[in-house]
């Protein structure tokens, strides 16, 4: 058998052939749904080369050219027509089978409703097409269907006509006026309740709005609604865009690959970012909805208006839209919370990612699999690399970069350079370095040395900067990193705020004037997605953490005193020495709990000690034995040091109803049941009392760490409760999961017979087995090696099932490099194991074959 190729960025050719219209007719039905696609073809320059299309998976039935049976060839996945015509009328006929559609990619069944998701490559399960995102068309769709259980026909754009058919079918017709790349494409039919809207643009134009959810949950869906208005008028306001269609609909499936998807005028949602009440879904969940469907909408200019020339540009909509999701969440909430969970993701994952065999720059260079590119780097990463444009050109000159943006590109498929091109012609900033953001992997280190000369009152920071090899590329050049700083004096008092312009491998600032030794915070808000190396004392984590300007800069310094003092444990166990903690790391964490004028949700994140995951991107080999061990004995000491505070703070926010005082008032209470399980009364007290999902399932959390009693006994009654709800049985499985105790394992694998999960559901597997993998650290990662093989049964199991979902889920198994020899030789036993599958699917195969070079 043939191996799986890479597809590389430099071999990028502009396509032969062009299709500007595309009509499809949907005859569905199971077993076998009919689809007639006829597109309008034009040869592109000069060339004799035959139309190249590409189908996946389809049962081809008739191929016209202007009404006459063509000549053509069918190769692995390529139909072939070699015509002399320079533009004809292209007709081909496909049957699917969508009820056998379990990789959840091009037409499928989600719960007895048809849809489709065709990001990135699925366009190609439907019909026989271009599908590459610069092959841009216009839609039209005609839908048939049995009218009883299909009662609503649904695709692109405006619907143009519907009616009555016989034996009982009915159908509807679309048309989308704007032109798209396939993956835009969408339909779905089914039965829905539905929630409706409208919203007057800033131009006066009404847009209808609806939310189809799955019958019974319509009481769920106004959540969704209202962060759909709040997205377009935030738009409006902050980017000065206006939606374009008349109508905007999103419907919500229970089987869903990923979060969401931006199809033209037709969103279609997984149910865990749609469906909210108080009752079922958390604060998180909450903010969770308002992110992704702010994002989803932000997609219509920023992905769909101007869209991909390629998939190596992914990140030219990708990072430019989670940025703008992530402005969205801070203009409408706390901004500091937000950067806080942006930095996380950055540091807990994407550094993960960049130290790993994956390893990619935003703009990747060569593909196997596209769907394994749908990472933390090209996302997060990739929206770090926009925000750090957004510093260095300030709010104003960003936005007169977003208009010649779209004053350039709107209708266009561009590259990441266009869009760089775009903001560099608006501003006087020449970004010609920083576009090396785009082309280089790999987590750049940056070491700073602070100097004092007390006579001359001048103080110095040199900084240099080095990005380690990845598997890509060994050789790496300096980085234009804006790097933010605050200077404080003793009493508290800012002397100097800034962000530095540093570009070169080693480069001296040089203040003058300061009076007194200055304390830096360093890399405030995280201006660059960089690893910063500086000695910081205790003493100065301290003075940041009590006088930073920047609350993200208090956050970042009790995060450095945290860590700092587990790893000094790690070594004192290493060494045989007793463990320890330094005070004054106890009084700014009791500091903390006490503040009166710190927000809560802030304090909440400070208390959030650093999860072990976090601590292990830290550095570059790990002990992990030492590490649960020290982790836990801070964690420990944290917590009973503060015993008495944190439970005047429980009891005093104990019936405060909002989510900041939630946030605070629950890990106040984790945090008591690691200094005494005795405190197990009062999370059973919560839970048995709570009026909301945040409360209930904050008391299962706190008690998740031993299989005790009244634990079992909770989830229990839990399970009853919920049994119905899948999306609230996940919550359950995700406990079940991370459950920090030997027995974890041995329940996880009874539970795959339990009703509540599905490997056929990817909410349903990530919640037992992707939280297992990527949030049970010292389970997952058991001295006996059983962790590795759960997870490899797991991916072997999901790889005939949904190979997207199984590579997404192996990746803490790809990411071996930081641990001792014993775990590493099993780890890679494991994926010789998942290499050795017969039929291995590419995304599987690019992973494990990276792991394994
Ligand atoms: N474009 C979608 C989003 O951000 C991502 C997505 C949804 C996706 N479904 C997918 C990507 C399936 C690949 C495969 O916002
Ligand atoms: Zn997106």
Redesign the pocket.
């Known amino acids: 058998m043939s191996q799986p190729q890479a597809k590389f960025l430099r071999d990028y050719q502009k396509p032969k052939f062009k299709i500007s219209h595309i009509d499809l007719d949907f005859t569905l039905a199971q077993k076998q749904t009919q689809v007639v696609a006829t597109s309008k073809v034009f040869r592109q320059g000069h060339h004799q080369e035959p139309l190249v299309l590409v189908g996946d998976e389809l049962t081809l039935l008739s191929v016209m050219i202007n009404g006459n049976k063509a000549e053509y060839q069918l190769l692995a996945g390529e139909l072939v027509i070699d015509t002399a015509l320079d533009n004809f009328e292209l007709q081909i006929i496909t049957q699917l089978d969508p009820e056998a559609n379990s990789s959840l990619e091009g037409l499928y069944m989600s719960d007895g409703a048809y849809c489709t998701?065709c990001?990135?490559e699925g366009f190609r399960r439907i019909t026989y097409f271009l599908d590459r995102p610069d092959v841009l068309a216009i839609y039209t769709v005609r839908v048939e269907a049995d009218r009883q259980a299909f009662p609503y026909l649904l695709s692109n754009g405006n619907l143009i006509d519907s009616g009555e058919l016989q034996g009982g079918r009915h159908y509807a017709k679309w048309h989308d006026p704007f032109p798209k790349p396939a993956y835009l494409f969408a339909l779905v039919a089914g039965d829905f309740d539905l929630l409706e809207d409208k919203f007057t643009t800033c131009n006066q134009r009404e847009v209808k709005l609806q939310v189809f959810v799955d019958k019974g949950n319509l009481s769920k869906a106004h959540h969704a609604m209202a962060s759909l208005k709040k997205s377009m008028t935030w738009d409006e306001s902050r980017f000065n865009l206006e939606y374009d269609l008349d109508i905007y609909m999103i419907v919500a499936v229970d089987f869903f690959?990923?979060?969401?998807?931006?199809n033209k005028g037709l969103n279609v949602f997984n149910t865990k970012f749609v469906l909210a009440d108080k009752a079922s879904a958390t604060d998180d969940d909450y903010h969770g909805i308002e992110s992704v469907v702010g994002?989803?909408y932000f997609?219509n200019w920023t992905g769909n208006r101007v869209t991909c020339r390629d998939w190596f540009q992914l990140s030219l909509k990708?990072g430019l839209t989670v940025f703008r999701d992530q402005e969205f969440s801070s203009d409408l909430g706390s901004r500091a919370v937000n950067r806080i969970h942006a930095i996380k993701a950055i540091k807990n994952q994407q550094f993960a990612e960049d130290s790993g065999p994956m390893a990619h720059p935003i703009r990747p260079e060569s593909v196997i699999e596209m769907?394994n590119f749908?990472t933390v780097t090209v996302y997060n990463k990739g929206a770090e690399v926009i925000r750090m444009m957004h510093t260095l050109l300030g709010e104003a000159a960003f936005q007169q970069g977003m208009k010649l943006y779209f004053e350039r590109h709107d209708g266009q498929a561009v590259t990441c350079d266009d869009f760089v091109a775009a903001m560099q012609d608006a501003s006087e900033v020449d970004l010609t370095q920083f576009k090396r953001w785009y082309s280089q992997a790999g987590t750049p280190q940056v070491d700073v040395k602070e100097h004092y000369d007390e006579q001359a009152h001048v103080y110095q920071l040199t900084l240099s900067q080095m990005t380690p090899a990845t598997p890509d590329k060994a050789e790496k050049q300096p980085l234009h990193i804006p790097f933010d700083i605050e200077l404080l004096d003793v009493d508290g008092d800012t002397v100097f705020n800034r962000v530095l312009d540093f570009t070169e491998e080693t480069q001296v600032f040089t203040f003058d004037g300061i009076k007194q030794k200055p304390i830096p915070s360093l890399l405030q808000n995280f201006s660059a997605p960089v690893k910063l190396n500086f000695n910081y004392s205790v003493e100065q984590l301290v003075h940041i953490m009590r006088f930073a300007t920047s609350e993200v800069a208090k956050w970042e310094a009790s995060v450095s005193l945290f860590s700092q003092s587990v790893w000094q444990n790690v070594e004192r166990l290493q060494n045989n020495q007793s463990m320890y903690i330094d005070p004054r790391i106890l009084d700014a964490f009791k500091g903390v709990i006490l503040a009166q004028d710190l927000d809560k949700a802030l304090m909440a994140e400070i208390l959030t000690l650093a999860s072990a995951s976090s601590l292990i991107e830290q550095k570059d080999a790990v002990d992990l034995d030492s590490l649960a061990l020290a982790r836990e004995f801070v964690v420990f000491e944290v917590a009973s040091d503060c015993e008495d505070e944190l439970l005047a703070r429980f009891r005093e926010l104990e019936k405060v109803d909002d989510a900041a005082a939630r946030a605070l008032k629950n890990i106040c209470l984790s945090l008591l049941l690691k200094v005494e399980q005795s405190y197990a009364a009062l999370a059973k007290q919560q839970f048995q009392s709570a009026e909301n999902m945040t409360d209930s399932l904050a008391a299962l959390s706190a008690l998740n760490s031993e299989s005790s009693l009244i634990r079992d006994e909770l989830m229990s009654q839990f399970e009853r409760q919920w049994i119905d709800t899948p999306l609230v049985m996940d919550k359950w499985l995700v406990l079940h999961a991370t459950l920090a105790c030997s027995k974890c394992i041995n329940q996880l694998q009874s539970l795959f017979e339990h009703e509540a999960f599905s490997f056929n559901n990817p909410n349903r597997v990530r919640s037992l087995i992707g939280a297992f993998a990527a949030g049970n650290t010292f389970e997952f990662h058991r001295k006996d090696g059983v962790g590795y093989q759960f997870l490899a049964d797991a991916i072997i199991k999901l790889n005939s099932v949904n190979p997207?979902v199984a590579a997404r889920i192996i990746t803490p198994l790809i990411q071996f490099k930081k641990f001792d020899a014993t775990r590493q030789a099993m780890m890679k036993q494991q994926l010789q194991r998942i290499l050795a599958v017969e039929e291995l699917s590419k995304d599987l195969y690019e992973k494990v074959t990276k792991a394994l070079a």
């Open positions: 998701q990001e990135a690959n990923m979060g969401a998807m931006e994002h989803e997609h990708e769907n749908y997207q």
